[in-house]
């Protein structure tokens, strides 16, 4: 089907750089999910990736969002926990030491990744002239709609579509065959952590897939400190059963068959262009460090700065036409107000006294109700401070409240409307062995006074104390006397 027949809503090309061609597969993402349209190739001719790319594009074949990736065994790919110092360092900085080149040889990335041990950077790299020359025959228009990928991650997304991991999988192992190289990915909590690129005699050489999975479950117990591989899922499809029990049999792993996905080009292209499809494609971008840093219209959002200005358009609209018929309807409600006053035989002007009466009243209500203290409260807390050998003889409670002024004296500035003086005094008595101006029953007075809740919230400001000795027919005995008074002072 042509190419200009792509219909649906969103497009997506999967570019992939093979050794001498380019296989391109255009996808579009409909109702009944993607589907794919079209495969060509594109022969590379002395080494000229730009010019093969620059035909592509004019013949249209590079339709919507553009995934390339670089054949698999032109990229690298690793998997380590970095440290805060190398957080600040460029992937292609981390990476050149490692492969033991240039820094400017390579076009690198990265991707966190959350494993069970801590946090990883997942840092991948592929040779850099060959990124630029992809990147400059997609053209100046195509650069900001285009990503320069792993293929491998690739093809782990489109094998987790094929065949979703178990709820109760964090960590397993995806092999996918191939006819030149076959690959074994090591998947944890559905993010690509590691890749081996291997090779099979034939589709039953169990030997060789079992080599790639215990390498893989060695890197992940001693590099990544995984606990345990909880499987293995071999694209090989259904009539591979011998295959998957001869792997169970050497490795100790459950090993479970899903359909066939191939690692071959074709099928890394069309996997390139799913990814197109997604709508967080992932973070990972080789093309990243290639670009130069944006201008002022690159930065400037002109299509959210439309749709920000069309929004505050019509919200203004909107207001004015809510203001017009609130305007209205005020008009039609002092028309009703008049007529009513007249009814009612009340004079507009005399609304405004009106309500500074009602409000006046209203005022002297509130504050008796809020601000009054309920001595039902305090007499139902005095017990509980009262030491045991104490005896209450005395309970003196005030609570002053001051209404707002209902005449016509002005009131000044700075005045308060509503203010409260209160204070509670209690004394009690309690018998003496010996003269002694200071009994223990003060401090378990004051004590309690202060971390009793009530108190502490409606009398926290305690005085002192006053004792005084007191003559009895059995004895002597004192009378400890405390004041308490609100935080401050009306």
Not at 154 to 163: I, T, Y
Request: contains cysteine; glycine residues 8%; neutral net charge.
């Amino acid at each position: 089907m042509a190419a200009q027949a792509l219909v649906g809503w969103k497009l997506a090309t999967g570019v992939l750089l093979a050794d001498d061609r380019l296989i391109t597969t255009q996808v579009t993402k409909t109702p009944l999910g993607v589907k794919a349209f079209e495969t060509a190739e594109e022969r590379i001719e002395n080494g000229d990736v730009t010019a093969a790319l620059q035909r592509l594009r004019e013949t249209g074949r590079l339709k919507g969002m553009v995934v390339c990736a670089i054949d698999a065994r032109r990229d690298f790919s690793i998997t380590r926990k970095l440290t805060p110092d190398d957080s600040a360092r460029r992937p292609s900085e981390l990476l050149a030491g490692r492969l033991g080149c240039a820094e400017d040889a390579l076009a690198a990335g990265r991707e966190i990744v959350k494993l069970s041990s801590g946090m990883y950077s997942l840092l991948v790299a592929a040779p850099r002239p060959l990124a630029l020359q992809i990147l400059t025959g997609l053209g100046t228009g195509r650069n900001a709609d285009a990503r320069l990928v792993s293929v491998t991650q690739a093809l782990h997304a489109r094998s987790l579509h094929v065949q979703p991991r178990a709820r109760r999988s964090k960590a397993e192992i995806r092999v996918l065959p191939g006819e030149s190289a076959c690959l074994a990915l090591l998947s944890c909590g559905g993010s690509l952590v590691a890749t081996r690129m291997f090779s099979m005699a034939s589709d039953d050489d169990a030997s060789a897939v079992r080599l790639a999975v215990l390498s893989l479950s060695t890197y992940a117990h001693e590099e990544l400190h995984l606990a345990a591989i909880d499987g293995v899922v071999l694209h090989m499809g259904e009539t591979s059963q011998a295959l998957a029990k001869e792997c169970e049999a050497g490795c100790g792993l459950p090993t479970q068959l899903a359909p066939r996905l191939s690692a071959d080009p074709e099928s890394a292209s069309l996997a390139l262009a799913h990814l197109g499809t997604q709508l967080r494609p992932g973070d990972l971008d080789l093309f990243a460090e290639l670009r130069p840093p944006p201008g002022l219209r690159q930065t400037f959002p002109v299509k959210a700065a439309a749709v920000l200005l069309a929004l505050i358009g019509g919200a203004g609209f909107a207001l004015d036409h809510e203001a017009s018929t609130v305007e209205g309807e005020n008009a039609k409600l002092a028309k009703l107000t008049e007529q009513y006053a007249k009814k009612a035989k009340v004079k507009a002007k005399d609304l405004p006294k009106l309500h500074e009466t009602l409000e006046t009243e209203f005022t002297i209500a509130s504050t008796f109700i809020t601000s009054r203290v309920f001595w039902s409260d305090v007499l139902r807390e005095v017990p509980e401070i009262v030491p045991s050998t104490g005896m209450v003889v005395d309970f003196d409670g005030r609570d002053i409240v001051k209404f707002p002024a209902t005449g016509k004296k002005k009131k000044k500035k700075g005045d308060s409307t509503v203010g409260v003086s209160r204070q509670f005094m209690l004394a009690i008595e309690v018998p003496l062995d010996a003269a002694d101006t200071s009994p223990p029953e003060v401090a378990e007075l004051t004590g309690a006074l202060e971390t009793s809740p009530y108190f502490h919230e409606q009398f926290p400001r305690i005085t002192g104390s006053n004792v005084r000795l007191l003559p009895a027919v059995k004895g002597l005995a004192a009378r400890i006397t405390i004041m308490c008074f609100p935080t401050q002072k009306a």
